[in-house]
């Protein structure tokens, strides 16, 4: 088994009285993928907020060995883990190119004093900035649109659009919210084979996701979510042939 | 072309974008309309490219108003208004980075200006030359900003905005004291011209060539900015504070620095207008004043930095213009304002971008025949 990358236990989210996400584990090694899956309102997203430091949470969350303190956005994405939202988020003013480029870790020369004094040098990290970018672009299938401003993408392409800045962002853990939401099979499949193959160059996968066969063919392990709490983990095989998530998850989706 | 390139095209997904259906549905239209037009998409900021026509482009500016200007205005009133012009521009690029660029709503840039006229009168009546007070002004701005940026970082929009207003009225209180720093009753009159390098700019003619190479300087530094890793941060945190911060963008000191940075082009239009006029009083710097640089802002266009320049303009000829209509000039007034807001919503810069896309289609057209 690859090293462990994230290593979350005893997270637990509180809105107002209410536990949102209730002493919830979380591992994921490299190279793996974790599917969180769960009914509307289990917490799969409160959990990516918690771990992403977007809301306040308590629990201990290890990446890499090293402790990261939650409820700080900066501090999370510093150690590596990085978040796409259920929404996709482009920024409209911006190329595609732009938007990638907002994630990346290389933070040289992207100051004002740069900008201002030491012009050929900026422009030297940016170039190399931007080849990078472009091939995060190129892996998703965006490359000829990378000077377009991203107001400009279709749905299925802005999701592509994240997926890019994603990948750029040199992760350890790649967590991404219902990737799959608003995509036609033939643009799921695509999908599939590029997280696929993100997670084959090491990065360590989180994803929910609704889909159930989007989720079969992509996870290696699934945590099932109700209420907050776990009710069942461990392969998808295993998770399928389990009583409560088939009356826990699947009966309250096709009720719906 | 584009949707038959695109054939996986979702059925209902592009609708739902922020939870408004109906608003974004029309808005989406339009921004594809707009993209098949071959215009850029709608708002603030145009996609930067590190393209070199932007440095031609303040050079361009420079040399234009330094040629025209001086032939086209004789008139002493004119070349006054010139100066002021300059001026005002300063100020309204300053709150361009601010507001413009990040997105933050600041009532006190004339509360800045004001510190920059009154640091740099304390310290020119205390022998210092006049580039040194000049930018003792500047930083001192830049220092009040600072502070008040720190502590307003958590403030959001609206609450932003209040703050700011706050200080801009304790500011007001502050300087029509009788104080050392603020003169009698914030008057602090007989300030010597501006000198630099040995020569004295004693007149409007002189000061114009002053002003216009500090606003020129001031466009070439605001390109550099836009075109650098800074401009796109901040419009990442300007657009999307959450996304940027989850994306490893330090928002807080991106705003932080732009509000100091703008505050620092009040303060230093501020002292130039306190040494061109020789005097400072503290009902120059009044909210009067502060709607008026953020009319500048929106009139121009608050998408480009060439905006403030253009509002600026139109902020002090208007009046010029219309004073034929006497008595009923703050009706004409107010009904172009209403006019203007309604042609060009992206100020005048977005009416002359339309202008541009128009030209090159009716081209396009000619030469396809």
């Known amino acids: ?256 | 072309m584009t949707d038959t390139h695109n054939p996986a095209a979702p059925p209902d997904g592009a609708t739902e974008r922020t939870g408004v259906p109906g608003l974004d549905a029309a808005s989406g239209r339009l921004d594809d309309l707009r993209a098949r037009l071959g215009a850029s998409p709608r708002g603030t900021v145009k996609p930067p490219v590190y393209g070199r026509h932007q440095y031609l482009g303040v050079l361009a500016f420079v040399a234009v108003t330094a040629v025209a200007a001086p032939n086209l205005i004789t008139s002493a009133e004119g070349t006054n208004l010139l100066d002021l012009w300059l001026l005002y521009s300063l100020a309204g690029i300053g709150f361009y980075w601010i507001f413009g660029l990040g997105g933050r709503f600041a009532f006190c840039q004339t509360t800045m200006m004001a510190v920059g006229a009154y640091a740099s009168a304390y310290t020119i009546e205390r022998g210092q030359p006049f580039w040194l007070s000049a930018l003792c002004g500047a930083a001192a701005a830049g220092a009040v900003a600072a502070v008040v940026g720190l502590a307003l970082a958590r403030a959001q929009h609206f609450a932003f905005a209040i703050g700011t207003l706050a200080v801009s009225q304790i500011g007001m209180v502050v300087f029509s004291r009788t104080s050392e720093f603020t003169g009698v009753n914030g008057q602090v009159t007989g300030l010597p011209y501006a000198s630099l390098f040995g020569h004295t700019f004693d007149s409007d003619r002189g000061a114009f060539w002053l002003f216009l190479g500090v606003l020129g300087l001031a466009l070439l530094l605001g390109v550099f900015l836009e075109r650098s890793p800074v401009g796109r941060e901040a419009v990442a945190a300007r657009d999307g504070e959450m996304v940027a911060r989850t994306a490893g963008i330090p928002v807080r000191r991106v705003h932080l620095m732009l509000y100091v940075l703008g505050s620092v082009a009040g303060g230093l239009s501020g002292a130039l207008l306190a040494n061109w006029q020789g005097f400072v009083g503290v009902d120059q710097f009044g909210l009067d004043l502060g709607i008026g640089i953020f009319l500048m802002v929106i009139l121009g266009g608050a998408g480009s930095i060439w905006g403030p320049v253009l509002g600026a303009g139109f902020y002090v000829w208007a009046p010029k213009l219309l004073s034929d209509f006497k008595e009923y000039q703050g009706v004409v007034y107010g009904a172009l304002l209403l006019v203007m807001i309604m042609v060009a919503p992206e100020g005048l810069i977005g009416l002359a971008g339309r202008a541009r896309a128009l030209l090159r289609r009716v081209g396009k057209g000619g030469a396809h025949g």
């Open chain 1, 1 to 256: 088994m690859a090293d462990t990358v994230l290593e979350a236990s005893g997270i637990r989210v509180s809105f107002g009285g209410v536990r949102a996400v209730d002493d919830v584990g979380v591992t994921v090694a490299e190279g793996q993928v974790v599917g969180i899956i769960g009914p509307n309102g289990s917490g799969k997203t409160t959990l990516l907020n918690a771990l992403s430091g977007v809301v306040p949470a308590t629990g201990s969350l290890v990446v890499d060995g090293h402790r990261v303190r939650l409820g700080g956005p900066e501090r999370s994405r510093r150690a590596g883990l990085v978040r796409m939202f259920q929404q996709p988020q482009p920024y409209r003013y911006l190329t595609c190119l732009e938007n990638v480029l907002v994630a990346t870790p290389d933070r040289r020369a992207s100051g004002l004093g740069a900008a201002w004094l030491a012009r050929p040098y900026m422009l030297r990290v940016e170039r190399a900035r931007w080849a990078s970018a472009f091939a995060a672009l190129e892996r998703v299938g965006l490359a000829d649109k990378a000077r377009l401003p991203a107001a400009v993408l279709t749905y299925g392409e802005q999701r592509l659009l994240d997926v890019a800045r994603g990948i750029s962002a040199c992760p350890r853990v790649l967590m991404l919210d219902e990737p799959s939401a608003g995509l036609n099979d033939h643009e799921t499949t695509e999908l599939l084979v590029l997280l696929r193959a993100v997670a084959a160059d090491g990065v360590a996968l989180l994803v929910i996701d609704h889909k159930i066969d989007f989720i079969d063919a992509l996870c290696d392990r699934i945590t099932v979510l109700e209420t907050g709490r776990i009710v069942a983990e461990g392969s998808p095989a295993q998770v399928w042939r389990d009583r409560r998530v088939m009356d826990a998850y699947l009966g309250t989706a096709h009720d719906a």
